[in-house]
């Protein structure tokens, strides 16, 4: 197993201000897999705990590294994703979580932990405590895949959550799709009024970060902004640009193209 790290970046400045980390298996015939061709499987079994503690701990020996390394990276925000509700909720896993910063030194307000939405649609008795036990140790929850499953906003209230990822189902049709851009248009007001940042994934295309940027929406990560990279990429990636991508430049050949497309 192996982890590569698709950049998160401030969608006002283009900083990079963190990483997802993702798991890649380097199958000894089929080459890279991706965790959709086997993490559905392991998640039958153990074998989810032991890769989710994998992917733990190697993400976050990693972000102090490039904290260390790369002055610009100083808040530098790793995010990992939580497996199924039960390795959540399990009392292992909080743990496993103190351990993983104890054993890399990182700085618990710069690991996020990535829980899926629809993850929350269980026993709310045993979730919500599990969240508050996970934010007692300082580390970042992100709720993932907003709008997958289409929870209620005003159900964040009672959710100790810091970050707020919009599905890609909803950034894809954010400029054709009226409805679709009304909801990302009310999701980072909401998330906004409760002090949560707002992160788009999937972002594709410069027309996507131009609308994003406009609803004043916090982060993004997508390939128009870089494919998950293997360390050593991400951090000649880091190394080129200093840190800071050209979102700003991206942005505005999105609303020239719009407006000579508009032009008579």
């Known amino acids: 197993l192996v982890l590569h790290y698709q950049p998160v970046v401030d969608v006002a400045t283009g900083r990079v201000s963190g990483a997802e980390a993702l798991v890649r298996w380097e199958h000894p015939d089929r080459g890279l897999m991706l965790p959709g061709e086997f993490l559905p499987l392991a998640e039958q079994s153990e074998l989810v705990a032991l890769i989710g503690r994998f992917a733990l701990g190697e993400a976050c020996h990693q972000a102090l590294r490039w904290q260390q390394r790369f002055p610009f990276l100083a808040r530098f925000a790793v995010s990992v994703n939580v497996g199924p509700t039960r390795q959540l909720t399990s009392p292992q896993f909080l743990a496993e979580v103190r351990r993983a910063l104890n054993e890399s030194g990182l700085?618990?307000?710069?690991?996020?932990?990535?829980i899926a939405e629809n993850a929350l649609m269980g026993d709310v008795s045993?979730?919500?405590p599990a969240l508050h036990a996970l934010?007692?140790?300082?580390?970042q929850l992100a709720l993932?895949?907003?709008?997958?499953a289409w929870s209620s906003l005003g159900g964040l209230r009672s959710l100790p959550v810091d970050k707020l990822k919009i599905d890609r189902s909803l950034v894809q049709e954010i400029r054709s799709s009226n409805q679709d851009a009304s909801i990302?248009?009310?999701?980072?007001?909401?998330?906004?009024?409760?002090?949560v940042t707002t992160v788009a994934e999937g972002v594709e295309s410069f027309e996507q970060l131009a609308c994003l940027q406009e609803n004043g929406c916090n982060e993004a990560q997508g390939f128009l902004l870089s494919v998950p990279l293997p360390p050593a990429e991400f951090e000649a990636l880091l190394t080129d640009t200093n840190?800071?991508?050209?979102?700003?430049?991206?942005?505005?050949?999105?609303?020239?193209?719009?407006?000579?497309?508009?032009?008579?």
């Open 107 to 114: 700085e618990p307000n710069t690991l996020v932990l990535e």
């Open 135 to 139: 934010k007692g140790l300082g580390v």
């Open 144 to 148: 993932d895949d907003f709008g997958e």
């Open 243 to 264: 840190g800071l991508l050209d979102v700003v430049g991206l942005a505005r050949t999105a609303r020239e193209e719009l407006a000579e497309a508009a032009a008579p």
């Open 184 to 195: 990302v248009t009310a999701v980072v007001a909401m998330a906004r009024s409760l002090g």
């Open 126 to 128: 045993t979730i919500v």
